[in-house]
């Protein structure tokens, strides 16, 4: 439905989603402790609970979970078997082809997927402003990130990275409006956490959970909170409000959360290029971002919608 979209609700639309972001690439550090744990058991435990923690907070939230049917389990299983099961999956196999920055580039393509076909799945066109600022993001998260050596199979992994990474969101458009960021986000990682446990106790075995340290239970729990449990909340909240296309874009703003943590933690501060990266991030995001005039009718990608011809009941 459109609906007026003054300036002043644009940010508080896209706020869930920049926070969700920041918190995912403030998590680069903490998933290091990970490296050496047992991969589908270690996810299992964060996924369930997470799962866990998010009914808790949906019921205190007063959020209403419903049982999906029909089509919306395929929507969502998909997105769990690949957002969250074969993402993993992908980024551990594919570093052991490739140098991490390379598998973080293709990642950084996510914006201009979103941009081109997270409208199409909304029912519009995709939205120029919105075509015009991802290859700018994309540029600047490449700068951030950097490049690396590869093999052919490196560049297949990363292929696949980034296909599980634009699923995670594309998938969860059909099912939003019924079950909305909390429902999504619930079933999405119960049912991911549940199939990482059937491949934890078959490729692991049952008692891999004892290999896990204190330090990576500790790196898990963070992991499960703020970026299962909250992230997804919050980035699911702004694909709502303003769309797959537009929300895309906010996937920029990882790479910087992650050389801020970075340099906090000790690595050093970030070189000329990434400075220059971090630049042409922001401004891809003013450009694709910046709020339309007040009273302007929008579409939740941002384009400028037609207005109704009447006011009538459906």
Known sequence: MDTPSPPSASLRQLLPGMVGMVLVGSSVTVSHALVDAPLFTSQAVRYLFATALLVVMARLAGARLVWPRGREWLWLTGLAVSGLVVFNVAVVRGVAHAEPAVIA???????????????????????????????????????????????????????????????????????????????????????????????GV???????????????????????????????VLWYSTVRSVGAGRAGLLTGIAPLAAAAVGAVSGTGMPGPYVWLGIAVVIAGLVVGLRPREAGAVTAPDGRPARPAPSLRAE
């Open 202 to 232: 078959t490729v692991e075995g049952p008692s891999a959970v004892r290999e896990v340290t204190g330090t990576q239970w500790a790196a898990a729990g963070y992991l499960a909170v703020m970026v299962t449990a909250v992230a997804f």
């Open 105 to 199: 580039v293709a990642v950084a393509c996510v914006p201009l997927v979103l941009g081109v076909l997270g409208p199409l799945l909304e029912g519009r066109g995709p939205s120029r402003q919105v075509l015009l600022a991802a290859p700018v993001v994309m540029a600047g998260a490449v700068l951030v990130e950097g490049t690396g050596r590869t093999d052919a199979v490196g560049v297949a992994w990363a292929a696949l990275a980034l296909a599980c990474e634009a699923a995670f969101t594309l998938l969860a458009v059909p099912v939003l409006r019924r079950h909305g960021p909390w429902g999504v986000s619930v079933h999405a990682i119960w049912l991911g956490g549940a199939l990482l446990c059937v491949l």
